[in-house]
C-alpha cells in the first residue's frame, strides 16, 4: 500500500463513531454514576459487568425480581424541546415501579442509551436524569451502554431503556393471591401522563389541537412542554413505608391500559374491581386532551393513568395506616374503589 492510499483509508470517526466523544460522555457521567452506590457494589464505572454481592446475613429466602422497560414516545417531546435531564428517571421509574409490584427493594439498575451521534453533555444529562431515578429509588446504577449507531437513528435522535433487579423475602413476596372480596384499593397521585398514552397525546394536542410545546396553557398552569415532559413519579420509598407499616394485599402499576387492563393483573379468579368516578381528581392534562381530541371516556381509561399512578388493595382495617404513609410523604392518596365477587375486570360505580 501506497503513502497516499494509506492516507486516504477509511476510518471509524469518518463512518460516524467518535470513540474519543464516547470516553468524554464516560467521563461526563462518572460522578452521577458514583452518586448512586450501595454498599454492595463492589466495582466502578468502566468494568465488562457490574458486581453487586448480596448480604447474607440480612436473606433468608431472597427472591430476584427483575423488570425492564423504556419510556417510549415520550422521547419525542424531549427531542422537539432538546430538553434531556428528565428522560432518565423516567426510564428508571418505569423500571423500579414494576418490581416494587412484587413488594421488591429495587437493588441495581443498568441502562442502554442508542444515540445517533455522540454528544457527549447531552449523554451526560440524559444518564444525570437516569442517575437522580436510581437515588430516588435507592438502587445502584451499576452499568450500562452508549451506542452511537450513525444512519439508524437521526443526529438528533436516541433511545434509552433499562434493567432492574430486586429482592423480597419469599414470605413478603406480593402475587395478589391473598386479595379477598371486601378488600379496599386505594390510588397514590401520578405525577402526569408518566410515560404511557403519548401517541394519543401528541396526536390531540399537537396535530388535531395545533398547540405549541412552548406555550402557555391557562388550564394546566404552565407550558404544554413542561407537562409533558414532568417525569414519571418514582413510589418505591413511600410503598415500601407502606408495605412495612400496613398489611397490603396487592399493588398494582398503572402503566399502557390504565386502570383497566393493569388492575385485573392483580385479582385472583372470581374477583372484580368496582371503581368509584369521581373519588380522586383528574389532572388538568387529561381533560385537555380529552376535550380537544374528542376522545371518548373509556378510551381515555384505558389509554392514560387518569391521575392515578399506583394502586394499593388492602384489608379494610388496614387502610388508615396506608394513607398515613403516603400523608408523611406528601403524596396525595384516595379510597377509589373496593374489591368484589365477580369477572376479574374493572367495573365503574
Known amino acids: 500500500m501506497s503513502k497516499s492510499e494509506a492516507g486516504q483509508g477509511l476510518t471509524y470517526a469518518g463512518a460516524g463513531v467518535d470513540i474519543a466523544a464516547g470516553n468524554r460522555a464516560v467521563e461526563l457521567i462518572r460522578d452521577k454514576v458514583k452518586s448512586t452506590r450501595r454498599a454492595e457494589v463492589l466495582d466502578d464505572i468502566g468494568g465488562f459487568g457490574g458486581l453487586f454481592a448480596l448480604d447474607p446475613r440480612r436473606w433468608q429466602e431472597p427472591v430476584l425480581v427483575s423488570g425492564t422497560d423504556g419510556v417510549g414516545t415520550k422521547l419525542r417531546i424531549a427531542h422537539l424541546l432538546n430538553r434531556h435531564h428528565t428522560i432518565g428517571i423516567d426510564c428508571v421509574a418505569m423500571c423500579v415501579n414494576d418490581v416494587l409490584v412484587h413488594g421488591a427493594e429495587p437493588l441495581f439498575f443498568l441502562d442502554y442509551l442508542a444515540v445517533g451521534k455522540m454528544q457527549p453533555e447531552i449523554v451526560a444529562e440524559i444518564v444525570g436524569g437516569v442517575a437522580e431515578g436510581c437515588r430516588q429509588a435507592g438502587c445502584a446504577l451499576i452499568g450500562g451502554e452508549t451506542a452511537e449507531m450513525p444512519g439508524f437513528y437521526p443526529e438528533n435522535e436516541y433511545d434509552i431503556a433499562g434493567f432492574v433487579v430486586g429482592i423480597v ?181
Open 169 to 349: 423475602e419469599r414470605s413478603r413476596l406480593l402475587t395478589g393471591a391473598a386479595v379477598s372480596a371486601g378488600d379496599v384499593i386505594i390510588g397514590l397521585a401520578a405525577s402526569g401522563l408518566h410515560s404511557n398514552g403519548y401517541s394519543l397525546a401528541r396526536k390531540a394536542l399537537l396535530e388535531q389541537g395545533g398547540l405549541q410545546l412552548e406555550q402557555n396553557v391557562p388550564e394546566i398552569g404552565r407550558s404544554l412542554g413542561e407537562e409533558l415532559l414532568e417525569p414519571t413519579r418514582i413510589y418505591v420509598r413511600t410503598v415500601r413505608t407502606m408495605l412495612e407499616a400496613a398489611n397490603v394485599h396487592a399493588l398494582c402499576h398503572v402503566t399502557g391500559g390504565g386502570l383497566v387492563e393493569n388492575l385485573p393483573r392483580v385479582l385472583p379468579d372470581g374477583l372484580q374491581a368496582s371503581i368509584v368516578l369521581g373519588s380522586w381528581p383528574i389532572l388538568p392534562v387529561f381533560t385537555l386532551i380529552q376535550d380537544i381530541g374528542r376522545i371518548a371516556v373509556p378510551e381515555m381509561f384505558r389509554t392514560f393513568n387518569m391521575g392515578v399512578g399506583m394502586v394499593a388493595v388492602l384489608p379494610p382495617a388496614e387502610v388508615d395506616k396506608a394513607i398515613a404513609c403516603c400523608v408523611a410523604a406528601d403524596l396525595p392518596a384516595w379510597v377509589i374503589g373496593r374489591v368484589e365477587a365477580g369477572s376479574n375486570g374493572v367495573v365503574w360505580a
